[in-house]
């Protein structure tokens, strides 16, 4: 079965520090990974993707992703933060013979000034 | 259609009534779900269509919960005498059988009183 872990409920850093959004995940075939952003009362808005193509994935906004098939990871990272950047994080794996995506609970980025 | 429609956008019912809420995937996509989302929570997984069939349902909370889905298009939830604690954000989401990534409506947004 499928699972989806993301550390920390909420991540708190301060502006212009480095952002890491940790997700591992569990799956016994080669997996679709996701991050996907929520900002203060909109819908989920996809950031970026794996899909067995090059295991560093660039998204919008200036995040990036690295699969980690070793390690079951695919942290999200941007160098960078900015005050825009605060939000809700939602990663998810979905693998090619079941359409269901497996979510993890979702980390909350706080930015401080 | 261009994106993931869903309707209405807010609803606030009487306790006891019962609700439809409505989602209009994007055109093409055979894979459609629906989340719950209450303040302040992760996503709360409740049905999973492909097609017309429903291979998961084991999300719904409860026998006041129900969903089906037409023509492999539009889908609608339905809520049987609410409860306060059904109030949250209601999401859709649809996905192509080629394509990877889920994408979302704007939610509907369902107030219990």
């Known amino acids: 079965a499928q699972s989806v872990t993301q550390l920390g409920s909420h991540v708190s850093v301060s502006e212009g520090a480095l952002v890491l959004l940790r997700c591992n995940y569990s799956s016994s075939v080669p997996p679709y990974l996701f991050w996907y952003v929520q900002y203060p009362n909109q819908g989920l808005q996809l950031l970026l993707k794996?899909?067995?193509?090059a295991t560093l994935v660039k998204g919008i906004n200036g995040f990036e992703a690295e699969f980690k098939k070793s390690e079951t990871s695919f942290h999200l990272t941007k160098p960078s933060a900015h005050m825009s950047d605060a939000a809700e994080y939602f990663c998810?794996?979905?693998?090619?013979?079941?359409?269901?995506?497996?979510w993890g609970a979702g980390t909350k980025l706080i930015i401080k000034p | 259609g261009a994106g993931v429609s869903q309707s209405p956008s807010n609803k606030v019912t009487e306790k006891g009534k019962d609700v439809e809420l409505r989602c209009d995937p994007i055109?093409?996509?055979?894979?459609l779900y629906w989340y719950r989302q209450s303040l302040g929570q992760g996503l709360e997984f409740l049905i999973y269509f492909q097609g017309n069939s429903a291979p998961d349902k084991s999300g719904l909370p409860s026998d006041r919960f129900s969903a089906e889905r037409t023509g492999g298009s539009v889908s609608t939830l339905t809520i049987q005498r609410t409860q306060q604690e059904d109030s949250a954000v209601y999401l859709c989401?649809?996905?192509?059988?080629?394509?990877?990534?889920?994408?979302f409506g704007q939610g509907t947004r369902l107030t219990v009183v």
């Open positions: 998810a794996v979905r693998t090619d013979s079941n359409y269901q995506l497996i």
């Open positions: 055109s093409g996509h055979t894979a």
């Open positions: 794996y899909t067995s193509a």
């Open positions: 989401a649809s996905s192509s059988r080629q394509g990877t990534e889920a994408f």
